[in-house]
């Protein structure tokens, strides 16, 4: 068995990288790694890279491998547990809405909010939101 550690990209698919530009790099403020209009959007996020990618552009791709999707997408970020409300707070500032708060069965909390896209971003804390 593979020891993997942890899933260094997540990849979603936009059809507008200029609006996902706005939101991400200016809004989010996650330091932008490469642009390339009509095709992708590559991020920083912590230690893991956040890709968005053209469907219709990627879906014809030869190398890398072709690929795409559609609807709504999800992934979390997270953040340390003594940020965990800050960071609820800061998103609030930045005039983004809240859509939900869960406490899960471990007794921890998540958030989630929408991209301009309808993707659902979620915040977790580092102490993890998954029973042991």
């Known amino acids: 068995m593979i020891a ?12 507008d990288l200029q609006r996902a530009r706005s939101f991400y790099h200016e809004i989010l403020e996650l330091p932008e790694i490469s642009y390339v209009p009509g095709k992708h959007l590559f991020l920083q996020a912590g230690s893991s ?4 990618f053209n469907p219709e552009d990627s879906k ?16 979390a970020f997270e953040v340390s547990t003594v940020d965990y409300e800050q960071a609820k707070e800061w998103i609030k500032g930045k005039g983004i809405v809240i ?21 659902v971003l979620e915040i977790v804390p580092d102490t993890g939101i998954w029973p042991r």
Request: with cysteine.
């Open 99 to 119: 859509i939900d708060e869960v406490t899960w069965e471990s007794g921890k909390t998540s958030f989630y909010f929408s991209d301009p896209e309808g993707n």
């Open 49 to 52: 890279v956040l890709l968005l």
């Open 4 to 15: 993997f550690k942890k899933i260094k990209e997540t990849c979603l698919y936009v059809h």
């Open 60 to 75: 014809y791709k030869v190398s890398p491998p072709a690929h795409f999707g559609g609807g709504k997408q999800h992934f």
